[in-house]
């Protein structure tokens, strides 16, 4: 199995090219399977869940290729309403075939999802708004088995809670429904917005009519189009982070800042200095690092996937600070593997309180979920000596070759077989 060394404490200087959104691509390639015409994909990220996804709309029926840096899908022959286990287990967004291959075909027989251990992370919200768009299920030995018997008929749906996939879910299969369908309380996170500017690119008929509101009209022909994914902000404010927490002089390029402004602002409070360009953020780690309180929340609140690799960051400050993690119940799987390194964390709950001055020390880590590697990878850079993070496949289902971004900008980074 693969390992990631890291010899650390040195200051990161230079450039680092952000790649296209992980969370943007996922919800994008499952609503291919609308089309039954061509989809040119550029900007997608070289990461495992993309893989994955790739590899379940084949299994589907989809014809994929790459074409130098595009992806290029052919839906014209998909016939398969089958999503197994083998392929949905290790990620979530698998669940997201479910509304396309619904409005497709009627029916389907999807995997109940896997993904990272950080919650019991059930599909409930996806469920019960399909329903109201006519869609009978059963959940029998671990899939659900779904058919709209009259076809899929436009509602108006209140989301109970924001969730960004069944939001993701609900407006994809919406698409194809027969008439108007309207979706209150969605979640507006940047990557269902390029959901959304891709579906409308391929012909669909979507509205924002509110902040969290949607109006969709249901259209039946779908056009070829090429579209362009954004670019992934949670890689982007990591690798702000990593700036920040190594002291490091780095610009970050291929972003739009004004997406990550939260991010942006609660680094300057922390004490960073950072300075914004139209497509570029430049970010100098400052020795003085500030303590803060932090709770995240649904964009545009602070990411829920940024709060393992901010935790680093305040482990450094100069007094107490406090997280409080309010989307996922059991996020804070990095506390005990960063307290191994020296950290003073302690948790009660959703809330975590975490010490600060502390100065890690170099350790044989294990990574537990996919923003928790990287945190390691953040705190191993910052010690001195040499850290081993193992299971690093976490790592590689979202990060683009982060040990040769890393190395690029003066890290000592390898991986090892
Ligand atoms: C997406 C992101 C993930 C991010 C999360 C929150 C992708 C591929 N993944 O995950 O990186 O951390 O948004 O920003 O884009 N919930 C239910 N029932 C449901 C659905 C969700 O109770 O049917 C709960 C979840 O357990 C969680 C909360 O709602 O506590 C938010 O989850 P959701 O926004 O749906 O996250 P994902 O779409 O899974």
Redesign the pocket.
Known sequence: MQKIEVFGANKLKGQINISGS???S??ILAATLLSSKRVYLNNLPKVK?IETMINLLKSLGSKIKFDKKRLIIDNSKQNKKFASYSLVKT???G??VLGPLLAKFGNAKVSL?G??S???????????ALSKLGVKYKIIQGYVHATAPKGLIGSKIRFP????????NLIIAASLAKGITILNNC?I?P?IKDLVNFLIKIGCNIKWVAKRSLKIIGVSEINETTYSVMFDR?EAGTYLVVAAVTEGNLNIKNVIPNIIQTEINTLKKIGAKITVKKNEIHIIGNRKIKNMNIK?A??PGF???LQAQIMVLLCKANKKSLIKED???N?FMHVAELNRMGAKISTNGNKAVVEGNINFAAAELMATD??ASVSLILAALTAKGKSVINRIYHLDR?YENIEKKLKKVGAKIRRVN
């Open positions: 992980k969370n943007s996922l919800p869940d990620m979530r967004a669940i997201l999802p993904g990272c950080i919650g019991t992370r059930p599909v409930d919200i996806h469920l019960n809670k924001i969730s960004v996939g069944a939001t993701e979640a996170e990557e949670i995240t649904p964009y990411p829920t996937d989307i996922f119940e996020r996919l923003r979202g």
